[in-house]
T-cell receptor, first 112, second 111 residues
């Protein structure tokens, strides 16, 4: 049973470009969470999704950030018009019924 | 606002020493989890504690949940270089829709 998969593992973007981060949850898991980790800070919750539904997006910046978890395919975290402050490690976690969360290896985004 | 405070922030010890790291809050939590994260990787779940006063052991690691379910500790006996990493505590938010994380304790064990 493969764990949570994220790709790409590393992503470099120039200011103003778009970043798309993908997350495939563990088999049988229908709940996906996205977190952001900045240096010297803990992981911060961004958004919680179930298939085709956003349940809680209270941690998402109001602009430029969006997330989806379609019926088929991975969950996508999309950052439009990236700025240097978006540079961080982005982690996806999944759970079967909203309980224990299992984390992926993360995507390290660097904005030049 | 629910916050988890971890201490110490950094800990550097020699192989074979014992250590304890702490996770404290003014809030009561339904459960608390400890994760370990290595550089370049995601957090890996070590344990979930649910009952106040609960003690769980995982080989040389002992986890305790405070009686009031506001704090927790992680004790490592005879630390090894392989224990090196960032130890994070986390708890569900009030809505149960996300985990709140402490900033972590960075442990370095040298041989």
């Amino acid at each position: 049973n493969a764990g949570v998969m994220q790709n790409p593992r590393h992503l470099v973007r120039r200011r103003g470009q778009e970043a798309r981060l993908r997350c495939s949850p563990m088999k049988g898991h229908s709940h996906v969470y996205w977190y952001r980790q900045l240096p010297e800070e803990g992981l911060k919750f961004m958004v919680y999704l179930q298939k085709e539904n956003i349940i809680d997006e209270s941690g998402m910046p109001k602009e430029r950030f969006s997330a989806e978890f379609p019926k088929e395919g991975p969950s996508i975290l999309r950052i439009q018009q990236v700025v240097r402050g978006d540079s961080a490690a982005y982690f996806c976690a999944s759970s079967p019924l909203g309980e224990t969360q299992y984390f992926g290896p993360g995507t390290r985004l660097l904005v030049l | 606002t629910q916050l988890l405070e971890q201490s110490p922030q950094f800990l550097s010890i020699q192989e074979g020493e014992n250590l304890t790291v702490y996770c404290n809050s003014s809030s009561v939590f339904s459960s608390l989890q400890w994760y370990r994260q290595e550089p370049g990787e995601g957090p890996v779940l070590l344990v979930t504690v649910v009952t106040g006063g609960e003690v769980k052991k995982l080989k040389r690691l002992t986890f305790q949940f405070g009686d009031a379910r506001k704090d927790s500790s992680l004790h490592i006996t005879a630390a090894q270089p392989g224990d090196t990493g960032l130890y994070l505590c986390a708890a569900p938010n009030q809505a149960g829709t996300a985990l709140i994380f402490g900033k972590g304790t960075t442990l370095s064990v040298s041989s």
